[in-house]
């Protein structure tokens, strides 16, 4: 069984969707932990609620990026993590964590890679006037939104959405593709093998 750690600073739909669906067959992956390093954020009160362990780290106390990322892999250690889920984690991680686990961090991010990389994806994409938006998961590497595709799904924009209205839609299928992909992930290689990058 893959021991998922999730990473996450917000509201934790994504969190809450994958958590849910890995607890129906067939069981492949488990979420083991939430690590959260904004301490008022909604995703912790999900984790209570879900019975899932939670850390609450704030990166405020943290000497430097890679201190707190020294923390972060004592925690996914001490939980056996073997999958890192960034599921709206909103800092850039550094090679502490990328070199603890290699190829074993993904991230979801609201935008068809590589158009729309960093904060408010989903706003850049309306200012473009692109007529499809969508999700995309990726392997995490030292850049921002830069690292390998796994899987995508798209979404028409209509010429009436607004910023909420598209981030609901990107949201929608976040909760499905999230899920997929660390399905996948564990069906196929626990954490290592390379996936074809896909787009529904
Ligand atoms: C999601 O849309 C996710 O793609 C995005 O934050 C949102 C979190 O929603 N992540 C990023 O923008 C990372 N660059 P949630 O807290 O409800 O899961």
Do not use: W
Request: aromatic share 4%.
């Amino acid at each position: 069984m893959l021991r998922v750690g999730v990473l996450a600073s917000g509201g934790g739909s994504n969190f809450e969707a994958l958590v849910s669906d890995l607890r129906t067959p067939p069981l492949l992956a488990t979420v083991v932990s939430l690590t959260c390093n904004v301490e008022s954020a909604p995703v912790i009160e999900r984790a209570h609620r879900l019975g899932v362990k939670c850390h609450v780290l704030s990166h405020r106390h943290a000497a430097s990026r890679e201190a707190f990322d020294t923390q972060l892999v004592d925690f996914l250690r001490t939980d056996n993590v073997n999958l890192v889920v960034l599921a709206g984690y909103m800092r850039l991680v550094s090679p502490v964590l990328l070199e603890a686990f290699p190829r074993a961090v993904i991230n979801i991010h609201p935008s068809l890679l590589p158009d729309f990389k960093g904060l408010h994806a989903v706003r850049q994409a309306l200012a473009a006037k692109v007529t499809t938006s969508g999700c995309t998961v990726h392997f995490v590497d030292a850049g921002m939104d830069t690292g390998q595709t796994i899987a995508q799904a798209s979404v028409a924009v209509a010429p009436s959405d607004t910023e909420d209205s598209l981030a609901s839609k990107i949201h929608q299928l976040e909760h499905q593709l999230l899920p997929r992909v660390v399905r996948t992930l564990a069906a196929e290689r626990g954490v290592h093998a390379d996936l074809q990058v896909s787009r529904t």
